[in-house]
């Protein structure tokens, strides 16, 4: 389904998206009764304040980005794209599907409030549906790909260990699609995507599909969750 379809608000438009996120959210459901693990490796809680990046890719980056703005320990957010070159980082341009662009979030964090394995904790488990390669909910395309783009050998051995334990513990009833692969270039996104949700909560595309994700991680991580 193209980009455009989150911008429009007529009802037909919204029913669809009803049944798409019905779909979708059967499909992304962990197990019944299951709690979801915190990852067995991850970097210890740092002593003393600092700034680490963590960029991460996984459907549209409206949902994803205000997940992580409502996360304690996060300093910024900034939805953009990861995967191209800068000449093709525009986003009529990456909703072609064709310049390796995926729709990105750069997350900003304080590695004493929370480290790099609670954020792909929180990517896992309410950002998005990692059984799902090149679509989330109503949006086709590698656009759309569930990425972690890792910045460091040692976020790359973080996050493939934590894939790992969580197909072994088959927290999903499918087998996690997610790709680990080096950061290459961060480039944001038009000023008007940013903050989409914060500005648009009567949006039906940020109603169906990313405002449960906001409910879901204070639910699930009440002691991670914060206002904005």
């Not at 002593?47 to 300093?75: D, L, M, N, P, R």
């Not at 004493?112 to 609670?118: F, L, M, P, R, V």
């Not at 513990?169 to 008007?192: C, D, H, R, W």
């Amino acid at each position: 389904m193209q980009s455009w379809i989150r911008f429009i608000s007529f009802g037909i438009i919204a029913a669809v998206l009803v049944m798409f996120a019905a779909f979708n959210s059967r499909a992304k459901a962990p197990r019944a009764n299951t709690t979801f693990p915190k990852p067995a490796l991850d970097q210890p809680v740092a002593a003393t304040k600092g700034k680490e990046v963590a960029v991460i890719s996984g459907g549209c980056f409206w949902g994803i980005q205000a997940v992580y703005e409502h996360t304690k320990g996060v300093i910024s957010a900034t939805s953009g794209y990861t995967g191209g070159t800068a000449e093709s980082a525009q986003y009529e341009t990456v909703s072609s599907g064709k310049t390796g662009h995926a729709e990105s979030v750069k997350i900003v964090f304080d590695p004493s409030e929370i480290t790099y394995g609670q954020v792909l904790m929180i990517f896992f488990s309410v950002a998005h549906n990692p059984t799902e390669l090149n679509k989330q909910g109503p949006d086709w395309g590698t656009q759309y790909r569930s990425s972690i783009f890792y910045g460091s050998p040692e976020q790359k051995k973080i996050a493939e260990a934590y894939i790992t334990q969580l197909n072994a513990a088959k927290i999903y009833s499918s087998k996690i699609m997610t790709q680990v692969v080096p950061l290459n270039g961060f480039y944001p996104a038009e000023g008007y995507h940013q903050d989409y949700l914060k500005h648009h909560t009567d949006n039906p595309y940020i109603v169906i599909n990313d405002l449960p994700k906001i409910q879901n991680l204070k639910k699930q991580f009440p002691e991670l969750y914060r206002e904005y």
